[in-house]
């Protein structure tokens, strides 16, 4: 009994730091309660105060040579970065990570190299810097052929510098997604987590720059404040909060609204708008179809698509309660979007029951599954695959809710037998981090806390590293979420999921009242492809061998942007835990991970 379960019990993750704080979700956001309970006291780690630890420390990276050798200086303090360190206001579109190539290039002594400064792609095809063997983005590629590339998924992952161009192939970068080739901007809207607004600004063309730009956000009181401030500046900019009432809620929600003059477009995504998360990250996007506009009069049920995606998104709109977004919700309804294949699985704050209780979180993955997929034989074998970039708590053991709830609703397959399904988790390893093409600064979008990974060593046994070889992305660390269902073999996909939402109840939601009620704290957007929605005859997809190859039979090969056979974490591995520090082995850099 004991060995059967060895390897629920390995080593990954076992760290000496005692714990004493409680927090709910996604660790390592800071969970002092505020001492002046106010009106609005919730702690959460706000985009900009994660920005400002990570200028910090981009600011000041710590040599791992230097630091074995005991030459390490105190900080260079001449180099005013943080001037002001507002993380809002820091437009980091033209100069992120050089303040650290400039350190390192006075600090280092003889004997290292310092790295040449490498592009970035706000100067695409005039930078002068020599690095630039692999240009980021859109030189080579039209973006109209793109769009037709990524079908009939639409999904595309995100283009990464420094890699090959053949990797690129069919990646968007935001600049291709508000190309003019995709339609003539009228007017947009933005959800996100994370907004950096003079970068954002700039990735629109400039003849659609000065067009209305809502942007709907999560963030409150100083942070919001920032955020206005950031802003301020741009006329054509208006500002949208949501309402998180519900402690350590987050708005992680992305998606664009981009209404043009011939018709709308949505396009929800896994990026926040920042240019860090647009340059060497693995980051997933879908683009629906050019919805055209309907003619006055038409029925109301006109528009709708067989996978109720437009009810479903103004529903989703709807759960804001913003006047604002009840405008939009009217544009929507006059446009068809019944060409839509694919389904919006959402999150919304809230406690829901009756009817309610299945609209959002784990139980509507669990409702689309169970009315809209069929079991295959020996589907008890079948496994859930989840991959993310953060984690929540998940309690003492599996049963609490990661098997209860997770795994329960993600193995739901037609109204078949229910079986414990195998599930393999896939978050980046602490060598898949220092790797990686951004080293460990990557690791400050990979915000697991240690005050909660060491709460739960049980699930680490669940863990698979990062593999990305076939769409050449090994070193390009995932912030994409996807979840989804195979076949033993791997070859065969029962239905995809790409989300914001990561590993955490806050994201997907927990029951309370024995299951009668779901309890929800962020707002999450996703969408799932089901292959009977792309007239699948097997009730499954195949998983295609190369996701840039041309498929003969595109109707049914799905592109997962990560190798199969997941690849188990060895005995060494651990999971990446970003704010303790990793000092033993320098990054792709030269580096090391000192968090304060
Ligand atoms: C670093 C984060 C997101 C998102 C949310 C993050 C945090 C740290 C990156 C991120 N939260 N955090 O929605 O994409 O501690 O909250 O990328």
Redesign the pocket.
Known sequence: MHRATHSQESNHGKWTLSSSDDEPE?S??PSRSPTGASLDPLP??S?SE?RKA?HKRKANPVSFEEEEQGTRQSPVKKLKLDKDDSGWCLSSSDDESKPSQKIKAEREGPGRKPRPPQTQDDERGQSTSGQDKYKTPSDSQDPWDLLHAGEPFCFYLTKVRGIKPKYNFGALHIKDILSPLYGTLESSVQF???IDVPWLVKQYPEEFRKKPLLVVHGEKQESKAKLHEAAHPYEHIRLCQAKLDIAFG?H?T?MMLLLYKEGLRVVIH???LIHG?WDQKTQGIWLSPLYRRIQEGASISAGESATNFRADLISYLASYNSPTLREWMEIIKQHDLSETRAYLVGSTPGRFQGVEREKWGHLRLRKLLREHTTPVPGQQDWPVIGQF??IGSMGADKTKWLHSEFRESLGTLGKGAKADIPLHLIYPSVDNVRTSLEGYPAG????YGIQTAQKQPWLHSYFHRWKAETSGRSSAMP?IKTYMRTSPDFQELAWFLVT?ANLSKAAWGCFEKSGAQMFIRSYELGVLFLPSAFGSETGTFSVKENIYAKSENPQSAFPVPYDLPPERYSGKDRPWV?NIPYVNAPDTHGNIWCPS
């Open positions: 996604e390592g956001k959460r780690y985009c994660a990570s996100n987590y994370c987050t992680h992305k896994t990026s926040n998360d970039s953060s400050g979008s990979l915000p912030h914001s970003w």
